[in-house]
């Protein structure tokens, strides 16, 4: 089975072409990267205020969970069902497909958002406005740096969670690498259907490695604390106190 998965995979035919392995993957990149773009720009601001104002944050808790909770295949036939109909038949099928990865990716950006902001420590922001800043800065100097570590750990699993579900984009006529995992069930053809699998998995890998080496040149060194200076040995203080002395 395996040698079958890897002479599928190193097969040049499965590459190019409609049908091929890379066109597949822009595909795929094109759900994952338009569904995250959606869930940023609802996610993060929403997290942004509800963690800066502290309004809202009990009842939009209890909605994250809500949205992890909803089977997302089962969402997305019934979305489907119910409103492609009423939609542009370029759209028919693109449409509930992204808004099912929307409503996915929403809550590990929200939630990571929104906790990032509250764990802010309280001398940080006190301190902002006895310096004078004004609540927009407080949020934007303080605020964001500080909770970006954590508002970054939300993005990844958002992204995990996106490119892994977009397979089920397949399953009501459009591309992705999902659409390989359903022609090989179809097929039986099961060296294409684990093929598939693990290119989905690769893929998913590579982007998280990605965001790591962004978070890692994103985050402020002072809150990572990876350049932290090494703390002095006793060593290093007689010697201080040495040369003071003389």
Do not use: C
Not at 149 to 169: D, E, K, M, N
Request: net charge negative.
């Amino acid at each position: 089975m395996i040698g079958g998965v890897f002479d599928w995979l190193f097969d040049g035919s499965h590459w190019s072409g409609d049908d091929g392995i890379l066109h597949r993957l822009s595909e795929h990149l094109q759900y994952s990267a338009e569904a995250l773009i959606f869930v940023l720009l609802i996610g993060i601001p929403l997290g942004l205020f509800i963690g800066h104002t502290g309004k809202g944050g009990v009842a939009i808790a209890g909605v994250a969970n809500a949205l992890r909770a909803l089977p997302t295949f089962g969402l997305l036939v019934y979305v489907v069902i119910a409103f492609s109909g009423d939609l542009p038949a370029d759209y028919a099928y693109l449409w509930p497909s992204l808004f099912v990865l929307v409503v996915l990716g929403i809550p590990a950006v929200l939630s990571n958002t929104y906790a990032g902001i509250q764990n802010v420590d309280p001398a940080a922001r006190d301190a902002a406005r006895g310096m004078g800043m004004t609540g927009w800065q407080v949020l934007w100097r303080v605020e964001v740096p500080n909770a970006l570590p954590l508002i970054l750990s939300g993005v990844r699993s958002a992204i995990l969670q996106i490119v892994a579900t977009a397979t089920i984009a397949a399953y009501v006529s459009l591309g992705g690498l999902g659409r390989f995992m359903l022609d090989g069930l179809a097929q039986r053809d099961y060296s294409q259907m684990a093929g598939g699998a693990v290119l989905v998995g690769v893929l998913a890998v590579l982007l998280d490695l990605a965001m790591a080496l962004v978070q890692r040149y994103v985050v402020s060194r002072g809150i990572t604390g990876r350049y932290a200076l090494p703390a002095a040995t006793d060593a290093d203080v007689v010697a201080a106190e040495t040369k003071v002395s003389l």
